[in-house]
């Protein structure tokens, strides 16, 4: 059995957009072929559940995501991920800054730069909006990672 390649989502705390992005793309591909996790650059939240507007909202398109955990990005993750996608510039500086090598940092990509390319446009933070904002992140990280799905 070939080893399963493995998509790390990126956010900051981890319990609002990332974990739609984890569980999105998740339903997309075949899980004996690929592992999905998530995690934020914050330390605010290990160990929580994700939002209860990311959980309605993914609830509402079918999906379940209350089986996740915030962990905290570390430097080791860079090791074990093939590919490591964030979802603004912020959380690309500090994924970056704990990068050891070049093979390190090219892991990691704007996950908005999968539909256009180079735009570097971000997926915007919900947290403190309200439930249309995580409706809308959810549009963008499903469009995403269709694209994802198709090319990895
Ligand atoms: P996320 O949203 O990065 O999409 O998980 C946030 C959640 C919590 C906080 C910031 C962003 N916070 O500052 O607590």
Redesign the pocket.
Known sequence: MPEKIKILMV?????????LAHGILESKLDPTKYKIDSA?T?D??IGKLP?PRSIATAQKHGLNITNQRAQQFKTAHFDEFDHIFV?DQSNYQNVIKLANNELHENKVKLILNEISPNSDSEVP???YGGDQGFENVYQMLDEACNKIAARI
């Open positions: 956010c900051l705390g981890n319990i609002c957009r990332s974990p934020g914050g605010y939240h939002d979802m933070d919900p947290y």
